[in-house]
C-alpha cells in the first residue's frame, strides 16, 4: 500500500495537475481564436459547417410541392455566395451563365439559341418566368401556367371572340408553343400544318386528295384560320366567301353579274362546291363533270343522261354541264356562256326545218311566257325530254297552243 504523501509534495503534484488543464483550456481559446479569425477572413463562412447549417440560421426555409433541387438539397452556395450578416445575398455568377450552365439547364440553352426564341429566355431573365427555390406550380413557374402567359402576350380580346381554338380557349399554351425556343417560327412545336393534323385528323386525310389548296399544300394553315380565335366558324380569317375572294380576286365580279350562283354566307358559299383543302378533282371538286352538278341539280338527271345533249362533246367534256353554262356567274340566265339562241346555234348551225322556219330571237315573243322567243321559252328542253326532238309537249299539241289549226295548214 502506497504510503501518503507528505505535504510539501502533495502541493507540489496539485499544481502540476492543474497546469495540465490551464495549458488544455489555453489551447480550446486559440482554436476559437483561430475560426473566428477564419470566418472574419472567409466573410463569415464556416468551412467545416454544411451551408444548409449556416444558411438556415438566417433563412426561413420555403415549402412548395415542387422544389429546385439544389435548395432541396440545401447546397445554397451552388448558386449563391456567402455573405455577412445584413449583406444582401448574390448570385455566383450572372443568371445565364448561373442557370444555363452543362450541369444544370444546359440543354435550354440550346434551345434558346434556335431560330425562334422567347423573349424571355432570349435576354435570360429566367426569374420573370420561374421561382428559384419553390413553387406550387410545375416547373417552378411563378403562376399557373394558365395565367402566365396572358400576363405578357395581351390576347384578352381573343378570348371574347365567337369560335375559340380549344388550346386556346382552356390557356393551354404549351399544347402548341415551346417555353423557350424552337426552329419554328412563333415558338411552335412542329411545322405549322404537321402540328395542326396531330389534333384535327380528318384534315390529315386531305393530304391524301390528288388536288391540294396551295395554301394547305404548304403547310401555311393560318393563311385561313386564325391561330387563337376568330369571329368566324372554322376560325377562319373572314366570312366566305370574302375569305376566298382575297386570293381569287377575279371570281368576286362573276358573282355580281346577271346570272349567278348564290353565293352568300349562310346561302352557299365556295365550300358548296370547293374542298377547303384537297379532293380527288380538278379546282378541288368531289365530282367530275355533270355528275357534280347532279349533287344539287338532281332533277335534271334523268332525262339529260339520255338525251342527245349528254353525248355532245364541246368545252368541258362528253356531256359536260359547262359545254352551255358558266360555273360562277353569266350576263346570260341561266348562266349561259352566251344568249339562249346563240348558244342553240353553236350546234344546231341548220337548225331551221326544211318547210318550217320558226323565228326566234330579241324581236320576237313566246307568248305562252311572255318574253324573248328562244328555243328553250316554250319549245325545248335542252336537258331532256321524254318527247322526241326534246319538246316539252306531244308536238302538235304543242304548236296548237301559239298556232291555228289553218296555219299548220300552209
Same mark, same amino acid.
Given at each position: 500500500?502506497?504510503?501518503?504523501?507528505d505535504?510539501?509534495e502533495?502541493?507540489?503534484?496539485?499544481?502540476?495537475?492543474?497546469?495540465?488543464?490551464?495549458?488544455?483550456?489555453?489551447?480550446?481559446?486559440?482554436?476559437? %481564436?483561430?475560426?473566428?479569425?477564419?470566418?472574419?477572413?472567409?466573410? #463569415?463562412?464556416?468551412?467545416?459547417?454544411?451551408?444548409?447549417?449556416?444558411?438556415?440560421?438566417?433563412?426561413?426555409? &420555403?415549402a %412548395? &410541392?415542387?422544389?429546385?433541387?439544389?435548395?432541396?438539397?440545401?447546397?445554397?452556395? &451552388?448558386?449563391?455566395?456567402?455573405?455577412?450578416?445584413?449583406?444582401?445575398?448574390?448570385?455566383?455568377?450572372?443568371?445565364?451563365?448561373?442557370?444555363?450552365?452543362?450541369?444544370?439547364?444546359?440543354?435550354?440553352?440550346?434551345?434558346i439559341? *434556335?431560330?425562334?426564341?422567347?423573349?424571355?429566355?432570349?435576354?435570360?431573365?429566367?426569374?420573370?418566368?420561374?421561382?428559384?427555390?419553390?413553387?406550387?406550380?410545375?416547373?417552378?413557374?411563378?403562376?399557373?401556367?394558365?395565367?402566365?402567359?396572358?400576363?405578357?402576350? *395581351?390576347?384578352?380580346?381573343?378570348?371574347?371572340m365567337?369560335?375559340?381554338?380549344?388550346?386556346?380557349?382552356?390557356?393551354?399554351?404549351?399544347?402548341?408553343h415551346?417555353?423557350?425556343?424552337?426552329?419554328?417560327?412563333?415558338?411552335?412545336?412542329?411545322?405549322q400544318?404537321?402540328?395542326c393534323?396531330?389534333?384535327?385528323?380528318?384534315?390529315?386525310?386531305?393530304?391524301?386528295g390528288?388536288?391540294?389548296?396551295?395554301?394547305?399544300?404548304?403547310?401555311?394553315c393560318?393563311?385561313?384560320?386564325?391561330?387563337?380565335?376568330?369571329?368566324?366558324?372554322?376560325?377562319?380569317?373572314?366570312?366566305?366567301?370574302?375569305?376566298?375572294?382575297?386570293?381569287?380576286?377575279?371570281?368576286?365580279?362573276?358573282?355580281?353579274?346577271?346570272?349567278?350562283?348564290?353565293?352568300?354566307? #349562310?346561302?352557299f358559299?365556295?365550300?358548296?362546291?370547293?374542298?377547303?383543302?384537297?379532293?380527288?378533282?380538278?379546282?378541288?371538286l368531289?365530282?367530275?363533270?355533270?355528275?357534280?352538278?347532279f349533287?344539287?341539280?338532281?332533277?335534271?338527271?334523268?332525262?339529260?343522261?339520255?338525251?342527245a345533249?349528254?353525248?355532245?362533246? *364541246?368545252?368541258? #367534256?362528253?356531256?359536260?354541264?359547262?359545254?352551255?353554262?358558266?360555273?360562277? #356567274?353569266?350576263?346570260?340566265?341561266?348562266?349561259?356562256?352566251?344568249?339562249?339562241?346563240s348558244?342553240?346555234?353553236?350546234?344546231?348551225?341548220?337548225?331551221?326545218?326544211?318547210?318550217?322556219?320558226?323565228?326566234?330571237?330579241?324581236?320576237?315573243?313566246?307568248?305562252?311566257? %311572255?318574253?324573248?322567243?328562244?328555243?328553250?321559252?316554250?319549245?325545248?328542253?335542252?336537258?331532256?325530254?321524254?318527247? *322526241?326532238?326534246?319538246l316539252?309537249?306531244?308536238?302538235?299539241?304543242?304548236?296548237?297552243?301559239?298556232?291555228?289549226?289553218?296555219?299548220?295548214?300552209?
Amino acid at each position: 500500500m502506497e504510503k501518503p504523501k507528505d505535504g510539501l509534495e502533495g502541493l507540489r503534484s496539485l499544481l502540476l495537475r492543474y497546469k495540465r488543464i490551464n495549458l488544455a483550456f489555453l489551447g480550446l481559446i486559440a482554436i476559437v %481564436a483561430a475560426t473566428i479569425v477564419i470566418w472574419a477572413q472567409s466573410g #463569415g463562412e464556416l468551412p467545416f459547417l454544411e451551408p444548409s447549417k449556416g444558411c438556415i440560421k438566417c433563412h426561413k426555409p &420555403e415549402a %412548395a &410541392e415542387y422544389v429546385h433541387t439544389p435548395y432541396k438539397d440545401r447546397d445554397c452556395t &451552388e448558386c449563391h455566395s456567402a455573405h455577412k450578416k445584413g449583406e444582401k445575398s448574390k448570385f455566383k455568377n450572372p443568371v445565364e451563365k448561373l442557370c444555363l450552365n452543362s450541369e444544370c439547364h444546359g440543354p435550354i440553352g440550346e434551345e434558346i439559341s *434556335r431560330h425562334f426564341s422567347h423573349l424571355p429566355a432570349k435576354k435570360r431573365r429566367c426569374l420573370e418566368c420561374h421561382k428559384n427555390h419553390v413553387s406550387s406550380h410545375k416547373s417552378l413557374l411563378v403562376k399557373n401556367p394558365e395565367e402566365l402567359c396572358i400576363e405578357c402576350h *395581351r390576347v384578352m380580346e381573343e378570348l371574347k371572340m365567337v369560335d375559340k381554338h380549344q388550346p386556346f380557349e382552356r390557356r393551354q399554351c404549351l399544347s402548341c408553343h415551346v417555353a423557350h425556343g424552337s426552329v419554328f417560327d412563333k415558338g411552335l412545336r412542329n411545322q405549322q400544318k404537321k402540328l395542326c393534323i396531330i389534333c384535327h385528323i380528318n384534315i390529315a386525310r386531305a393530304e391524301k386528295g390528288n388536288f391540294q389548296h396551295l395554301p394547305f399544300e404548304e403547310g401555311r394553315c393560318t393563311d385561313c384560320h386564325g391561330a387563337h380565335a376568330t369571329n368566324y366558324q372554322s376560325q377562319l380569317l373572314d366570312s366566305r366567301p370574302r375569305l376566298c375572294y382575297t386570293c381569287h380576286s377575279e371570281i368576286e365580279p362573276l358573282f355580281s353579274e346577271t346570272s349567278h350562283h348564290p353565293a352568300k354566307e #349562310g346561302v352557299f358559299t365556295c365550300s358548296n362546291c370547293h374542298n377547303p383543302h384537297s379532293d380527288q378533282y380538278r379546282f378541288l371538286l368531289s365530282g367530275q363533270g355533270s355528275n357534280f352538278c347532279f349533287k344539287c341539280h338532281s332533277d335534271k338527271r334523268g332525262p339529260y343522261v339520255e338525251s342527245a345533249h349528254y353525248e355532245v362533246v *364541246r368545252l368541258g #367534256g362528253v356531256g359536260y354541264c359547262t359545254n352551255c353554262h358558266k360555273v360562277h #356567274g353569266s350576263d346570260y340566265s341561266p348562266l349561259l356562256i352566251q344568249d339562249s339562241v346563240s348558244v342553240c346555234k353553236a350546234c344546231h348551225a341548220d337548225w331551221a326545218h326544211p318547210k318550217i322556219s320558226h323565228p326566234v330571237g330579241s324581236t320576237y315573243v313566246d307568248k305562252l311566257r %311572255a318574253r324573248q322567243l328562244t328555243c328553250s321559252s316554250s319549245c325545248h328542253d335542252p336537258h331532256g325530254t321524254y318527247q *322526241r326532238n326534246m319538246l316539252k309537249q306531244v308536238p302538235d299539241g304543242l304548236c296548237l297552243k301559239c298556232h291555228k289549226p289553218s296555219e299548220l295548214q300552209k
